[in-house]
Structure formats: C-alpha cells, structure tokens
C-alpha cells in the first residue's frame, strides 16, 4: 500500500523538524483528533472562544508556514460537524510530504450489518464533502459485498478499479492497494476503514492521503496490541472510567441521566424518556449481573455529569436481583448525598423486596411500576420538556 512519508508532532518546534527532514516543496499540516470533517472545521481559542483559524488541514509551501499554522492548530479547540460545538483540543499534528494529485477517490471497508457482510464502498467523488455525495448523489458510490473468509479476488479489485474509471498502471495500482487494505480489515478486527482521500498522481499511482481506523471493541481481546496506541486525552473521561468498571456508558446531550440493565431496555428507556419530552444524557447499562458496588459506580459516573438533573433508574430483575439493586441504589444515594429527583422502576426478581426497601428507605425516591410512569414522572421532576 503507497503511503506518503508524514511525521507525528507535538509542537510547533517539531513542525518546523518535519518540514526539514521530509524536504518537499509542500506538506500537509494535520490536526489529528477522533473526528471528521477536520479541513472544514473552525479553529478557537479555548480560554477566549475567539476563532483563531478556518480550518484544521493547511497545506504549507515554507517553514514558516508550517510553523504558523502548527501554532494555530495545537493548543485551541477544533470543531467539526462531527465534534459538535464543544469540540475537540487538537494536542497532536501530523506534518505529511505533498502530492501530485490529479483526482481524489473515496474509498471506504465497513460492515454492512443488513446483509451480514463486509463491504467495500468507492466513489470518484472524494475529498472533504463525501457526506453530501452520499445525500444527493448515491448512485456515484460503488459498492461490492465480500466474503469474510476469503477476502477479494484479484478480479473483483479489477471489477471496482473499472466502475471507478480506472485503467492501466493506475488500475494496477489500485488493486495492489485494495488486496492488503482488506486484509488489515479482517486480519485487525476493524469495524471501518476509511481512506478519504485516495488519490491518483500525476505519474498514475493510487495513494492513500489520509485514513480513519476503527476497531471492534468486542474482539480486544485478540490484540493486546491496542492498548498502547489509545490516546485518553482523546476519550471521553467518564466513558474511560465506565470501561474500566464494567460498565457501558455514552455520553449524551440531554440532563435526564439513565441506569438500565441490558442495551435493549436502555434504548426503550430512552425513546420512552424521549416521548415524553425529555433528553437522555447518557447511555449507561450496568449488565445483567450488576453488583450494588456496580450500581453506586454507575451513580457517580452519572452524576460526573453537570447537566444531569435528575435520575431513571429501570431494572429488569433477571440474573440480576432487584433488592441487591435496590441496596446499591439506597447506599449511592446516601453516600453520595444525591439531591437531583429518582425514579425507579423495578420489574422480575424479588422486585416486591426491591421496592420495598425503596419505599422503607426514607429517602426521596419515586418508586414507579410502568415505564411509561416512570418516564413522565422523571420528565416532570427535571423540569419537563423546557
């Protein structure tokens, strides 16, 4: 596979090295965040919120242009469509060598879970508005389904070289890209492989300009290897310290927190909460053997969160017990003197144990038997749909 040479930074000191040792007439200057979007996005000071820059990839003709731009990028707030309005600190470049481009391809390994297969997804029109392309014109990206066990064929990259109006070195080209582009798909464990751009050069080579990996958490435990390359500073606090309890958290915009047992009721609780005017602020299912120990960890995780204003809890006793619960619940309250309103709705095994510890606890929680209940009763208590 044909890559550029690039060099990962840090400063703006560092930026300048780059452009030494890579001796090009251009480079690219990158900020490296876990998000797209990142040419069309907005540069600003974190401390002032004053734009400091359009954008978060410049291309750069001297040192000195590296050096400003690096100094623009790291340090402020970068934020993308994908960032949302907070953002993302950039704390990481990457300074790449130019190219000769004479078009610009997208190219795209994902799962496509309708029809249980990998797919290979590639389209003429790449660069930085492939979203638009998808929405007004779908019928421009090509699509070829694969099988897991045996990869692609040397015909088959032939076959989508050819839709993508490819031909001689530069079909070539492409197809001795594709073959090891599927293999780290499979091989890796990956969920998506985006390369955005792919681009013909001048002299008809295909290159991967830039790329986006993502990997399946559910085979971790396959590569070790991983763990070395997180960078924290780009995970969502809280969501890092769910992980690392057990615990399956994503952060939301909304301020009604939610503890749920199982992914799919978490989901109905929130489309219920959701119905009734409310805004979850968070994802969180504390598994089906949750320990009370689990439950107060699941409570201070959601209350790490300032816009939470008040608590659903919905818990479907299975493996679970729902008194055990219930304890969990009465001891995080207490120990964590929790003012913000909790409703609780308990269902399945030992629920009437459950409830009534709840009831006897003195405490103020709202005890509810419908979810339905419970989902108005929380809304009403955070304060609606205000």
């Not at 470049?93 to 130019?98: C, I, K």
């Not at 959701?274 to 053997?289: H, M, Q, R, S, T």
């Amino acid at each position: 596979m044909t890559v550029q040479q690039g060099v990962h930074c840090t400063t703006a000191e560092q930026a300048g090295e780059a452009w030494d040792s890579l001796g090009c007439d251009l480079v690219a200057v990158k900020a490296q965040i876990h998000a797209g979007g990142r040419g069309k996005g907005s540069l600003f000071d974190p401390d002032s919120g004053e734009l400091v820059m359009q954008g978060g990839v410049k291309i750069a003709k001297s040192r000195d242009a590296v050096l400003e731009y690096a100094a623009n990028i790291l340090g402020n707030r970068l934020v993308t469509k994908q960032t949302g309005a907070a953002g993302r600190i950039v704390s990481n470049l990457y300074v790449e060598a130019g190219c000769d481009i004479a078009h610009e391809f997208y190219l795209a390994i994902l799962v496509d879970r309708e029809e249980r297969l990998p797919l290979i997804m590639a389209s003429r029109e790449g660069g930085i508005d492939i979203e638009e392309v998808a929405a007004s014109n779908p019928e421009a990206i090509h699509k070829m389904h694969f099988d897991a066990e045996f990869g692609i064929s040397w015909e088959d990259g032939h076959a989508l070289g050819a839709a993508l109006e490819l031909d001689g070195d530069a079909l070539q080209s492409f197809q001795l890209l594709l073959a090891p582009l599927v293999d780290l798909f499979l091989v890796a464990d990956c969920s998506m492989v985006e390369i955005n751009p792919l681009v013909l050069t001048g002299d008809d080579q295909i290159v991967a300009l830039d790329a986006k990996v993502s990997f399946d958490d559910n085979a971790a435990f396959r590569h070790p290897e991983r763990a070395e390359m997180r960078d924290l500073s780009e995970e969502e606090p809280t969501e890092v310290r769910a992980k690392e309890a057990g615990l399956s958290y994503v952060k939301l915009d909304g301020d009604i927190g939610c503890l749920v047992n199982g992914a799919g009721l978490a989901m109905a609780t929130m489309d219920v909460i959701k119905l009734y005017g409310g805004e979850p602020a968070n994802f969180l299912d504390v598994g089906g053997g949750a320990t009370e120990e689990a439950v107060k960890t699941a409570f201070e995780i959601i209350l790490d969160d300032e816009n939470v204003k008040g608590i659903m809890v919905n818990i479907f006793g299975g493996i679970v017990r729902c008194d055990i619960v219930s304890r969990g619940i009465i001891e995080a309250t207490e120990a964590l003197g929790l003012e913000d309103p909790l409703v609780v709705r308990l269902v399945g095994t030992n629920f009437a144990e459950g409830r009534k510890l709840l009831d006897d606890s003195g405490l103020n929680i709202h005890s509810v038997e419908t979810l339905a209940e419970g989902a108005q009763k929380i809304v009403e208590l955070a304060g609606g749909d205000s």
